[in-house]
């Protein structure tokens, strides 16, 4: 039986992770985490084979202020956190990653929708399930970044870790197809 899911966040994920580890000369593969207590030191000894990056995100539904009721309007709040020798370079390049494949508006939304029409055997992360075995199509519409333009370091006293973190916040459209 196939699984009837429409969590546009387990897309624009899995976008994320294929999209951003492009620009890095090392394989960047960032875990997505929904948000629950987190213990950064525990999930960071949890991939220790991880290159020192990974997100904790947080689904808004707004309320639509749109004529058309089957166009939803959500956002996610993701902070990203990145730790190692490069951590702060690293959140800076990531940051502006995202900013560059999601503020276009429409046009983000034309190449998320086309990503996910043409990789159908990537599995999503989250529900761990292919993109073909979804419940799609799911179209996007628009997509809007907002970021604090700062980094901050959070320092884990247990131990000798500083780690950067960003916040980006992601407007975004979509229906059920």
């Known amino acids: 039986m196939a699984a009837t899911i429409h969590h546009p966040p387990s897309l624009i994920n899995a976008y994320l992770q294929n999209k951003v580890s492009e620009f890095f000369d090392q394989d ?28 904790v995100y ?17 956002q996610i709040m993701y ?7 490069d951590a702060v370079e690293r959140t800076i390049i990531v940051s502006q ?3 560059d494949l999601l503020n276009g508006l429409d046009e983000s939304a ?21 993109l073909k075995d979804m419940s799609l199509p799911l179209y996007f519409h628009t997509f809007k970044t907002y970021q604090l333009q700062e ?22 459209d979509w229906h059920k197809g």
């Open 28 to 55: 960047l593969t960032i875990p997505f985490f929904p948000t629950s207590p987190t213990d950064i030191a525990a999930l960071t000894e949890t991939f220790p084979n991880s290159t020192g990056t990974f997100a």
């Open 97 to 99: 990653k995202i900013q």
């Open 58 to 74: 947080d689904r808004m539904f707004r309320m639509n202020r749109k004529n058309f009721p089957h166009i939803y309007c959500e």
């Open 110 to 130: 034309v190449d998320i929708n086309k990503w996910i029409r043409d990789n159908q055997d990537t599995v999503v992360p989250g529900p761990n399930i292919a």
């Open 151 to 172: 980094t901050r370091d959070i320092i884990d006293f247990g131990t000798a870790r500083t780690y950067a973190g960003n916040k980006i916040i992601l407007d975004y």
């Open 79 to 85: 902070y990203f956190y990145n730790f190692g020798e």
